[in-house]
């Protein structure tokens, strides 16, 4: 068939097709579907030698004479199931990230989008929350725990029929401990009814708050990103408020993101109550015909403000005049699976298109952030009060290795016991943080220095007092615990190093009389039990709080007058560029739970480097102090914001060929990168911090650069070449721009 006359043809991003850059698809659309198949419209296309049919969605329309092509097979929706918006996004997006542009749209997409009926009764959600910790599984089971990484939750119906597996392949894997099904009773979703309260009137803002929501206000029509800097407990949602009050008024959509909406109860409820249906909510514990429901509503226009996660940043809103994003700072806004977004990107890109306020708000800014606020990138309002009569709470430092030379051996000092003490006396409340879960987090022989790890990863056993079980925190791993070293037989074996569970056994000795609550990854694995533990602890059913980072953040509890950080010294050490950062981070932000209403709150933070500066600057809250000193040491070391880095790792199960494929894509690198010089300084291949995990070996090679087109395209090309050498088939590869872990 040759002619030569212009026919439309349509560029189809194509489900399943192996990474290639710009490898999408050209069809021609037949003559009897040219006034249906527009940009977003997914269709059937016949792919490959057999030409069975595929789905895909068409992100490109042009003329063109060309006698090759092969014609779209038929429409799945009469309407585009995405707007020119969103799939711009997505063609600006893969290049970004390293993966397929339909990678991007399916992300984009809720799971079985016009498929889903009626949500069952039995829910399924997963144990393991780490991919790389799952067994070997069958390609049934690899089906369904995909589509439970990408969702979180779903029922177990939905599963079967959207994954075309039986009801048994869903009970193997609970059965591996993969996944736990549990009654739709146990869930509720706490939002639905909570209807709009009249009583959410006129808001009055403080002259702080008033300043920032005049300097915002006009960027809803003209556009531009804004970071708000305010102080814990200085009213920050109170500017959101009023700035989507006014969004809303002139018929603008609003996205709110927050970190994790298990952290965050109260912000949902404080705008549901406030909008009603207007708010759509969308996180990963909805099942998936209920998020369904949820998108639905928002791409018909009947949510306006649709409140939610990170992937919350794809809402299908038509006419976007803002996107909040709460603590701008927290790693979850980072995808650590494909595609390897920063919803901070993806938000940057909608708000331009759409002359948006893109608005980042935190008490703790990131590095880069802030930074760019002070270059006059972002236009920068602070909110340096806490709302009323608050006060930031006193904060006393406490020396552990002292304690120890003292004669104190248990995790908690005498300061903090005696501010405990005072805390119950007076009938206020006390939440400490330590950074581990279990009971001993190391446990190694005395005599020949054995250290007990897991038989498939690098990593040491933890012991598990409430099982009384020796426990690997990456694969899941248990035994039973050793009485005698397995290599020397020596029975002087040494458990060191608390967790969760120490902290509350030694209170408990201590406070026998304390209603204690811990909240850790192994109290906490039903859906919505965050939100039932805060409202209990809120309530006043318990004294004092014991959990790890989740008790950190966003909350706000009138009564909790003392906050204790059993162990500040738990994330400064790890190597990553940005420790310090993070530990800046959580100990201000938990510091800030104390003392939020009219009585000062007290904090005690317990480590033994007293004079680190970092846990001194979070001592004193002082942001700026913590700033200026940390952007020195970042531009002596060349790290963000200073460059960017491109992070690769290569994972597989023969060690060798992993890390010969690392030196490959170094050599590939080098060779390329000879003809169009591009400044890069290369780190490694090195085996990664955990080498082995869950049996699969794991090296990384890390790049300092200039996040660029050409950089980009560099490494496009080089992850092109790689996947076509067969020795490295096994091995997979992947790229991540600015990764918040370099482990
Ligand atoms: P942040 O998010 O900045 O930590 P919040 O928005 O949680 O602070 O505010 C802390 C407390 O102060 C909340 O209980 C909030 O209702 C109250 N608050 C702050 N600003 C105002 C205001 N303008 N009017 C009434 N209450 C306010
Ligand atoms: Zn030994
Ligand atoms: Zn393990």
Excluded at 7 to 30: I, N, W
Excluded at 171 to 193: C, M, S
Excluded at 391 to 399: A, C, E, K, M, R
Excluded at 514 to 522: E, K
Aim: charged residues 25%; proline residues 3%; aromatic residues 8%.
């Amino acid at each position: 068939m040759s002619e030569n006359i212009n026919r439309t043809v349509a560029t189809v991003a194509v489900e399943k097709t192996f990474f290639s850059p710009g490898c999408d698809y050209d069809y021609y659309v037949p003559a009897d579907l040219c006034d249906n198949v527009k940009l977003g419209t997914a269709v059937r296309v016949p792919f490959g030698k057999g030409n069975r049919l595929r789905n895909g969605i068409v992100i490109k329309l042009y003329a063109a004479i060309n006698s090759d092509l092969k014609e779209i097979d038929s429409l799945i929706s009469d309407v585009p199931v995405l707007s020119e918006e969103l799939v711009s996004l997505a063609v600006w997006l893969k290049e970004r990230c390293f993966c397929s542009t339909y990678d991007c749209l399916w992300q984009m997409l809720p799971r079985g989008y016009g498929r889903i009926k009626d949500a069952g009764e039995k829910m399924a959600e997963l144990v393991i929350t780490d991919e790389t910790q799952l067994p070997k599984l069958t390609s049934k089971q690899r089906s369904v725990t995909d589509l439970l990484f990408d969702v979180g939750t779903a029922a177990v119906d939905e599963l079967c029929e959207f994954c075309s597996v039986g009801q048994s392949v869903i009970k193997n894997l609970e059965k591996y401990g993969v996944l736990r099904i549990y009654k739709k009773e146990t869930y509720r979703n706490p939002y639905a009814n909570i209807s709009a309260d009249t009583e959410c009137g006129e808001i009055t803002l403080t002259d702080e708050q008033k300043k920032a929501y005049e300097t915002y206000l006009p960027m809803l029509d003209k556009g531009g990103t804004g970071l708000l800097f305010g102080i814990t407990g200085s009213g920050k949602t109170q500017v959101y408020l009023k700035l989507i009050d006014k969004a809303v008024e002139k018929g603008k959509d609003v996205i709110v993101l927050v970190p994790e909406i298990g952290l965050t109860p109260q912000v949902i409820s404080i705008f549901r109550r406030r909008y009603g249906d207007l708010v759509a909510v969308l996180h990963s514990g909805l099942s998936l015909g209920e998020r369904n429901d949820e998108y639905k509503r928002t791409s018909k226009g009947l949510a306006k403000i649709v409140v939610g996660t990170r992937s919350a940043v794809f809402a299908p809103l038509r006419n976007l005049g803002l996107i909040i994003m709460d603590e701008e700072q927290e790693h979850t806004y980072k995808s650590e699976r494909t595609p390897r977004y920063h919803a901070a990107d993806v938000a940057n890109f909608r708000c331009r298109y759409n002359n948006a306020l893109f608005l980042m708000a935190s008490a703790t800014p990131s590095i880069e952030s802030y930074s760019n606020a002070l270059a006059g990138k972002y236009v920068l309002c602070e909110l340096t009060k806490r709302y009323g009569d608050a006060q930031l709470p006193q904060v006393i430092t406490v020396d552990m290795k002292a304690e120890m030379k003292s004669g104190n051996h248990t995790p908690i000092s005498a300061k903090l016991r005696e501010l405990l003490q005072e805390t119950l006396d007076n009938n206020k409340q006390a939440i400490l943080l330590i950074n581990r879960r279990g009971y001993n987090t190391f446990i190694a022989c005395n005599d020949c220095g054995h250290v007990i790890t897991c038989p498939s990863c690098s990593i040491s056993l933890t012991y598990h007092s409430y099982s009384n079980k020796l426990v690997c925190h990456y694969c899941g791993y248990t035994k039973s615990l050793d009485t005698k070293c397995p290599e020397c037989s020596s029975e002087n074996i040494r458990y060191s190093g608390y967790g969760t569970q120490k902290i509350e056994d030694t209170l408990e000795v201590l406070f026998p009389q304390a209603r204690l609550l811990r909240m850790d990854a192994d109290t906490t694995s039903a859906k919505f039990s965050h939100d039932r533990m805060f409202s209990d602890f809120a309530q006043h059913k318990y004294d004092i709080l014991v959990g790890t980072q989740m008790v950190a953040k966003g909350l706000d509890f009138p009564d909790v007058t003392l906050v204790g950080v059993v162990n500040a010294d738990n994330s400064l050490y790890d190597e990553n560029y940005n420790s310090s950062e993070r530990c800046f981070d959580l100990i201000t932000q938990v510091v800030g739970r104390s003392g939020r209403r009219d009585c000062q709150g007290m904090a005690v933070i317990q480590t033994v480097n007293p004079y680190n500066e970092c846990i001194e600057f979070a001592a004193n809250q002082d942001y700026k102090g913590f700033y200026s000193n940390e952007i020195m040491v970042r531009k002596a070391l060349v790290y963000p914001p200073f460059c960017d880095i491109i992070s690769v790792s290569f994972t597989g199960e023969n060690d060798n060929t992993a890390a010969m494929c690392a030196k490959s894509f170094l050599d590939i690198l080098k060779e390329l990168n000879s003809q169009n010089p591009q400044k890069l300084i290369v780190l490694g291949p090195s085996p990664a911090k955990i080498h082995k995990l869950n049996n699969r070996y794991r090296y990384r090679l890390c790049v300092k650069c200039k996040n660029s087109k050409n950089v980009r395209s560099l490494f496009n090309e080089i992850l092109n070449k790689i996947s076509k050498i067969k020795e490295y088939k096994e091995i997979s590869v992947s790229i991540d721009l600015n990764p918040y872990d370099l482990n």
